[in-house]
């Protein structure tokens, strides 16, 4: 039973008319005394100022919202509010972040809930707070819009674009560890010398010269003219005037767009006649970055369906048909009505895991409406369905429909031949075709352009269709398994400089070659080699970590940096103790299945290896130094 009363009432960032209270916030990016991930740790108590309901009440009104969590019983006020946090926290957007814990102490309970990005989770407690506080005065709390204003917070985190945090959970699920590198602006995966590091879809090994030629719209699409594979005709311009000749020259309806942009900014379809193009252009125009120089596209407009298709590592993967946002009419609604109401679909809530974006009402939907005679104030006779832009942008509202089975074998075949023209991980094919399933040697096909940081959403989470699982082909380009993605690290939670110099030196006769990283309290060094120590104990951990030619970590932690700082890693191939606190423990607690254990308890000594574990006493000034370094040849 976790105790929640005190004996004196405690208030410390409570209210006097709360019956509850937090407090002691502590947030560890990593594996701590509470939990095996990063996570957010505080205090919980009564104040014994306003008396709680019954935990039965709360769970009455909470598993109103949250089903689930009404077949559930709890021990304790805290229990409940732990496990609602849990719950919150995933945000509505099926968040992986489901691990919590609590602790009693004679006066609170010292809850712990995982966690990303410290600022949303600290966010989620404070509103979860004020619901339970709400609920004991039975008042009602503007739900969705906290929830909306929590999503938009961790979509605004490093954290929180639809395919950062996609590759990110599915590394977690894959045990590939994965950290955030603030300096860089860059993701690692793996330790070391296994890491890769990128920023979305784009990554270290990664052409820059060919990610760079991919935005050069113009000259790619010479290149794959030269190579035989169908790109629509047309031209590059910088003036308007230009732009009428090309347009004269290669035939009406032409597409428009600025050479260099992304998401389909300043993209204009099916442009009809000269009125259409001036404002094509300006369009287009508006839409080229500041720092770049006047040149649009004006080319041939192909009638099809517009699609989006996916190779990784020169393989295909996965296509989507993007269609224009849509709305359909029920005799009494405006479109800007019907609009509204699709906005407010699950689907819709734009956050980095929803299926759809809202659908955006700009200039260039309202010229399309006027195309069709109508506009945002006209009602529609029931059941007719009106497209909203030409183009098919699923940032302005688009709806995405997988593909991946459609397509025709010629059509992977062409894909590929292109992708492996490229050093990219990821490449993006944009095409325009009647049907995917026809060959596009028989005509009506065209490749539009090439997107060397293409997003994946589209395919892990379509509108319309099954998933196809990116992230994994991604990442498993790199890893077949999180192991792939790990050096061997072997953790202390005692050892001085001297020590650990030895053992650095044990394992250099043996592997003469390596590299090895090790910091303990007095010091960081590579090989014998000393560096700086930072004062933040886990940004030395990062440095090593993030060396590229690392092939081994030997680490310290003690008993009171795991209390303050937790660990920056998880998972140990060798954990060594000597005379361990009741902290230090749980330095076992974060091992793999083939690691050994080796702990020291006055001259006693075990040793847990493969299931098996072996005891026996050290010799009169036998040195504990010889167990570990006997062992360590068993990890290496």
């Given at each position: 039973?976790?105790?929640?009363?005190?004996?004196?009432?405690i208030r410390v960032?409570?209210?006097?008319?709360d019956?509850?209270?937090?407090?002691?916030?502590?947030?560890?990016?990593?594996?701590?005394?509470?939990?095996?991930?990063?996570?957010l740790?505080f205090?919980?108590t009564l104040t014994e100022?306003?008396?709680p309901l019954?935990v039965e009440?709360?769970?009455?009104?909470i598993?109103?919202?949250?089903?689930n969590l009404?077949?559930?019983t709890?021990d304790s006020?805290?229990?409940?509010?732990?496990?609602t946090?849990?719950e919150?926290?995933?945000?509505?957007?099926?968040?992986?972040l489901?691990r919590?814990?609590?602790?009693?102490?004679?006066?609170?309970?010292?809850?712990?809930l995982?966690?990303?990005?410290?600022?949303?989770?600290?966010?989620?407690v404070?509103?979860?707070?004020?619901?339970?506080?709400a609920?004991t005065?039975?008042k009602?709390?503007t739900?969705?819009?906290?929830i909306s204003?929590?999503q938009k917070?961790?979509?605004?985190?490093?954290?929180?674009?639809p395919?950062?945090?996609t590759?990110?959970?599915?590394?977690?699920?894959?045990g590939?560890?994965?950290f955030?590198?603030?300096?860089?602006?860059?993701t690692?995966?793996?330790?070391?010398?296994?890491q890769?590091?990128?920023?979305?879809?784009?990554?270290d090994?990664?052409?820059?010269?060919?990610?760079d030629?991919t935005t050069r719209?113009?000259?790619?699409k010479a290149?794959?003219r030269?190579?035989g594979f169908?790109?629509?005709?047309?031209?590059i311009v910088?003036t308007?005037?230009?732009?009428?000749?090309?347009?004269?020259?290669?035939?009406?309806?032409v597409?428009?767009k600025?050479?260099?942009?992304?998401?389909?900014?300043?993209?204009?379809?099916?442009?009809r006649?000269?009125?259409?193009?001036?404002?094509?252009?300006d369009r287009a125009l508006?839409?080229?970055?500041?720092n770049e120089?006047?040149?649009?596209?004006v080319?041939k407009?192909?009638?099809?369906a517009?699609?989006?298709l996916?190779?990784?590592n020169?393989?295909?993967?996965?296509a989507?048909?993007?269609?224009p946002a849509?709305?359909?009419?029920?005799g009494?609604?405006?479109i800007?009505e019907?609009?509204r109401?699709?906005?407010?679909?699950?689907g819709?809530?734009?956050?980095?895991?929803?299926?759809?974006s809202?659908?955006?009402?700009d200039?260039?939907?309202?010229?399309?409406?006027?195309?069709?005679?109508?506009s945002l104030?006209?009602?529609l006779?029931?059941?007719?369905k009106?497209?909203?832009?030409?183009v098919?942008?699923?940032?302005s509202g688009?709806?995405s429909i997988?593909a991946?089975r459609?397509?025709?074998?010629?059509?992977?075949?062409?894909?590929?031949?292109?992708?492996q023209?490229?050093?990219?991980?990821?490449?993006?094919?944009?095409v325009?075709a009647r049907?995917?399933?026809?060959s596009?040697?028989?005509?009506?096909?065209a490749?539009?352009?090439?997107?060397a940081?293409?997003?994946?959403?589209?395919?892990?989470?379509?509108?319309?269709?099954?998933?196809?699982g990116?992230?994994?082909?991604i990442?498993e380009?790199?890893?077949k398994?999180?192991?792939?993605?790990?050096i061997p690290?072997?953790?202390?939670?005692n050892?001085?400089?001297?020590?650990?110099?030895?053992t650095?030196d044990h394992i250099?006769l043996?592997y003469?070659?390596?590299t090895?990283?090790a910091?303990?309290?007095?010091?960081?060094?590579?090989?014998?080699?000393?560096?700086?120590l930072?004062?933040?104990?886990?940004?030395?951990l990062?440095?090593?970590?993030r060396?590229?030619?690392?092939?081994?970590l030997i680490a310290?932690?003690?008993?009171d940096?795991?209390?303050?700082d937790?660990?920056f890693y998880?998972?140990?191939?060798?954990?060594?103790?000597?005379?361990?606190?009741?902290?230090?423990m749980?330095?076992?607690?974060?091992?793999?299945e083939?690691?050994?254990?080796v702990?020291?308890?006055?001259?006693?000594?075990s040793i847990?290896?493969k299931g098996?574990i072996?005891e026996y006493?050290?010799?009169?000034?036998e040195?504990f130094?010889?167990?570990?370094?006997?062992?360590?040849?068993?990890?290496?």
């Amino acid at each position: 039973m976790v105790q929640d009363r005190v004996a004196e009432p405690i208030r410390v960032n409570a209210r006097k008319t709360d019956a509850f209270d937090i407090f002691n916030f502590k947030h560890y990016v990593g594996p701590n005394p509470y939990l095996e991930t990063g996570a957010l740790v505080f205090d919980f108590t009564l104040t014994e100022f306003t008396q709680p309901l019954p935990v039965e009440d709360y769970v009455a009104v909470i598993s109103d919202r949250y089903p689930n969590l009404g077949n559930q019983t709890y021990d304790s006020h805290a229990h409940l509010f732990a496990r609602t946090l849990s719950e919150v926290g995933k945000l509505q957007m099926d968040l992986h972040l489901d691990r919590w814990g609590i602790k009693p102490y004679p006066d609170f309970t010292r809850i712990s809930l995982q966690s990303l990005h410290e600022r949303t989770t600290r966010a989620i407690v404070y509103f979860v707070w004020d619901w339970f506080e709400a609920i004991t005065r039975d008042k009602e709390i503007t739900f969705e819009e906290q929830i909306s204003s929590l999503q938009k917070r961790f979509r605004q985190s490093v954290y929180g674009g639809p395919t950062v945090y996609t590759l990110l959970r599915t590394a977690f699920h894959k045990g590939i560890p994965t950290f955030y590198l603030w300096d860089e602006g860059l993701t690692q995966y793996g330790y070391g010398k296994k890491q890769v590091r990128g920023v979305a879809t784009t990554f270290d090994c990664d052409s820059h010269v060919d990610s760079d030629f991919t935005t050069r719209k113009d000259d790619c699409k010479a290149f794959l003219r030269t190579l035989g594979f169908p790109v629509p005709k047309g031209d590059i311009v910088v003036t308007e005037k230009e732009a009428l000749a090309v347009a004269r020259e290669i035939g009406y309806p032409v597409a428009v767009k600025p050479v260099v942009g992304h998401k389909g900014i300043g993209v204009t379809a099916e442009v009809r006649d000269e009125y259409e193009l001036e404002s094509a252009f300006d369009r287009a125009l508006k839409a080229i970055p500041e720092n770049e120089s006047t040149r649009i596209i004006v080319e041939k407009s192909i009638i099809g369906a517009d699609f989006r298709l996916l190779c990784v590592n020169g393989r295909f993967v996965a296509a989507t048909e993007r269609r224009p946002a849509w709305v359909i009419g029920d005799g009494d609604s405006t479109i800007e009505e019907l609009i509204r109401e699709e906005n407010r679909k699950p689907g819709r809530w734009d956050t980095p895991t929803s299926a759809m974006s809202k659908i955006q009402c700009d200039e260039a939907m309202e010229q399309y409406l006027h195309q069709q005679r109508l506009s945002l104030d006209s009602i529609l006779e029931k059941d007719r369905k009106v497209y909203l832009r030409k183009v098919a942008n699923l940032s302005s509202g688009g709806v995405s429909i997988d593909a991946t089975r459609a397509i025709h074998p010629d059509n992977i075949i062409l894909v590929q031949d292109i992708a492996q023209h490229f050093q990219l991980v990821c490449l993006g094919i944009d095409v325009i075709a009647r049907n995917l399933n026809e060959s596009w040697k028989s005509g009506d096909f065209a490749i539009l352009e090439i997107n060397a940081a293409p997003g994946i959403l589209m395919h892990l989470n379509p509108a319309i269709g099954e998933s196809v699982g990116v992230p994994s082909h991604i990442l498993e380009t790199f890893y077949k398994s999180g192991t792939d993605a790990r050096i061997p690290i072997i953790t202390f939670n005692n050892i001085s400089v001297h020590d650990l110099q030895e053992t650095i030196d044990h394992i250099l006769l043996q592997y003469p070659d390596w590299t090895i990283g090790a910091v303990c309290r007095q010091g960081v060094f590579v090989n014998r080699s000393e560096k700086i120590l930072n004062k933040d104990y886990n940004a030395n951990l990062l440095t090593l970590l993030r060396n590229p030619k690392l092939d081994l970590l030997i680490a310290e932690y003690e008993g009171d940096i795991l209390e303050k700082d937790g660990m920056f890693y998880y998972g140990s191939n060798m954990v060594v103790l000597d005379n361990p606190t009741e902290t230090e423990m749980i330095l076992t607690r974060d091992v793999f299945e083939d690691s050994t254990v080796v702990i020291r308890k006055g001259d006693k000594v075990s040793i847990r290896r493969k299931g098996l574990i072996e005891e026996y006493s050290l010799g009169e000034d036998e040195p504990f130094t010889r167990v570990y370094l006997k062992e360590i040849g068993t990890v290496l």
